[in-house]
């Protein structure tokens, strides 16, 4: 059963990059939309939709288009999730259930952990500590890798705490 769940993930995963790489940008409105949101009401400035481009605010000339909808890390995360912990859960009619879970999870941490990521951007960039385009570019990568890691490593410690106690009380997962 395990690896019907690993192929389904797999197949996930693939749609959610052909989405994010050959389609329009509308269809990463479900991820967008929601960043765009908690970045707007955190750093209180307006963002405007415009098709092809993404959520753009004048006010701190930003745009969170496609570059910055943070699918790569959804993909990964989710494929973390359901590698390290389907298999640990022993009934088969959980695992469907179980790996919508993952699904939900996976999308939730990302929107939280991309609208984090997208307003520390924002205020580092503030600082003015980078000299030229190349050092803020750099300074804006280095705070998402950074952000993403913790965001990937506290996320696993967690399923692991939860997989590790249900296992010694013999609860169900969900």
Do not use: W
């Amino acid at each position: 059963m395990s690896y019907i769940i690993y192929g389904v993930a797999a197949a996930i995963a693939l749609g959610l990059k052909y989405i994010h790489t050959y389609l329009s940008i509308d269809y990463l409105l479900f991820i967008l939309k929601p960043v765009a949101s908690l970045v707007e009401k955190a750093m209180n400035s307006p963002f405007d939709y415009y098709p092809e481009l993404g959520y753009v605010s004048d006010k701190l000339s930003v745009v969170i288009g496609r570059e910055c909808a943070g699918i790569n890390f959804f993909i990964v995360i989710f494929l973390m999730l359901t590698i390290s912990f389907a298999a640990k859960v022993r009934g088969r009619k959980d695992k469907p259930l179980l790996m919508t879970y993952f699904l939900a999870v996976s999308y939730i941490v990302t929107i939280i952990a991309n609208a984090s990521r997208i307003i520390t951007s924002i205020l580092v960039l503030r600082l003015g500590i980078a000299a030229d385009i190349k050092q803020a570019v750099l300074l804006h990568q280095s705070v998402g890798v950074i952000f993403y890691f913790v965001y990937l490593a506290c996320t696993y410690y967690l399923f692991s705490y939860l997989i590790k106690r249900m296992e010694v009380t013999n609860e169900e997962f969900i």
